[in-house]
């Protein structure tokens, strides 16, 4: 095999492809989930979610191989199964679960928020541990389109929360 000579060592290196596996693994159980609900949605705003989550589960198709591409470039290998997906998603799959419109909303807005936590604490230690700035300002990038997914889920539950009276609802009252 080739030395890999970009200004890393291998454990820095190693460490980042560990760190780009996790993120894989969020994204392609997410991007899974969203294909799903996708599918099963059913409701008055069947056509608002269909075409959103189409457009969402197209965006993550594209940053799952953006991740397993990275992880290459820094001469690691992506996990590439199912069971291995699973054995290190920080995300839960909720099998064999249709919820409702509302409730996939309310689930894949805490996927999205928790892989935003996951990718700022990701790019803290690229930046900080790893000293990887290419790997740190990559995920920012993966960051910013799930805080934006994040956004339009969010304003999609506020707008189907709000009371007869106009106040909004718990947020246990949206599950």
């Not at 056509?47 to 001469?75: F, P």
Request: charged fraction near 25%.
């Amino acid at each position: 095999m080739q030395k890999i000579n970009i200004g890393l060592t291998e454990t820095q290196r190693q460490g980042v492809i560990d760190l780009l596996n996790n993120d894989l693994a969020d994204s392609y159980l997410l991007l899974v989930k969203t294909k799903k609900y996708h599918w099963d949605v059913v409701g008055p705003q069947f056509m608002t979610l269909h075409k959103l989550w189409q457009a969402h589960y197209e965006a993550l198709t594209i940053n799952v191989d953006a991740i397993a591409e990275r992880i290459r470039m820094l001469g690691g290998y992506p996990v590439g199964t199912m069971a291995g997906f699973l054995k290190i998603c920080s995300l839960k799959e909720h099998a064999g679960k249709i919820p409702t419109a509302t409730g996939m909303v309310a689930n894949l807005l805490e996927d999205h928020e928790k892989v935003v936590r996951n990718l700022r604490g990701d790019v803290d230690k690229c930046c900080d541990k790893f000293k990887d700035d290419g790997t740190a300002d990559f995920l920012t990038g993966l960051m910013e389109q799930h805080e934006e997914i994040a956004w339009m889920l969010r304003s999609f539950m506020e707008g189907e929360s709000l009371k007869s009276n106009g106040s909004k609802p718990d947020s246990k009252d949206l599950r």
